[in-house]
């Protein structure tokens, strides 16, 4: 009998506890959008300013260039999704906003994600290859290749730059800024089916080609760095080590959980399109906001974790970041005047 009768308060009891935490969640998800969108302007504006118009064109300050014009464009729409966001999903700025501002998240997501790649790869080429890089490195090149990452975006963001519009929701007095397969075909079963097979298609492509490809890349080229490190000796301090580290944990930790949680709702597709787990919800915004969290870790872990930070931040920000940026050695330089190969160890540090 008392076990009967206690089943209404703990169930009561659950649902709230349940609630609050959703609660929580959804709060903290704001809190690391808005911090992000802080951060993110003010980190990746300095970057862009001292790396753009201060310091002479490298491919070193191209590539932190473009990966700070890329974070910065994507921390600038955060305030739009945020305010989104707390009307329930309620897009109040009109459909070329809609449009506009989805088509910048979506470039400069991927943009900054195969960036980052991309500066492994070249991280790599330098550490293994110093040769080469000396005689083949310049900014020519270094302006051509840059443009592949970009152009990969763009083609990836094709089906929302199409696609993507402002849908009227007239049941629940709201127009949600969202994909629409609605000309494709009438019939609402049709249409659930062409969403379900689209979004499905979607969710696949962008965790194969917008993180497990990256990933793996950034992954095998500082492992490979790691390998000759150890094998040669070329630095007696572990701190290039560890710097290596932490640039992959904090782009895999905050990346990986939204990844899984993505792909998890694109197995799972049919169940979120019909709204059956609010779950799924909570979920995506945390980890989105966590994944977003590091385009403003961005200027940190690849500009002032370059170099010893505490020193730096005695001189002044601007010095800093420009000492920072600088190439340190000859195969890092874009001219390949110098036919002697640098020291292993300057080129492992500037990594």
Known sequence: MEANSSLPVNASGGTHAVLAGYLVLDIFSYLVLA???????????????VAGFRMKHTVTTISYLNLALAD????????????????GGHWPFGWFLCKFINTIVDINLFGSVFLIALIALDRCICVLHPVWAQNHRTVGLAKKVILGPWILALLLTLPVIIRVTTVANKTMGKVFCTFDFSPWTNDPVEKFKVSVTMLTLRGII????????????????????ATKIHRQGLIKSSRPLRVLSFVVAAFFLCWFPYQLVALIVTVRIREVLLGMSKGFRIAVNVTSALAFF???????????????????????????????LTEDSAPTSDTATNSASPPAEAELQAA
């Not at 911090?35 to 300013?49: K, R």
């Not at 955060?78 to 989104?84: D, G, K």
Request: hydrophobic share 50%; proline share 5%.
């Open 294 to 324: 590091n385009s403003c870790l961005n200027p940190m872990l690849y500009v002032f974790m370059g170099q010893d930070f505490r020193e730096r931040l005695i001189h002044s920000l601007p010095a800093s970041l420009e000492r920072a």
């Open 206 to 225: 962008r965790f194969l080609i917008g993180f497990t490809m990256p990933m793996s890349t950034i992954a095998i080229c500082y492992g490979l760095i």
């Open 72 to 87: 910065f464009f994507f921390t600038s729409t955060l305030p739009f999704s945020i305010v989104s966001k707390a009307m």
């Open 35 to 49: 911090v992000t969108f802080v951060l993110g302007i003010l980190g990746n504006g300095l970057v862009i300013w």
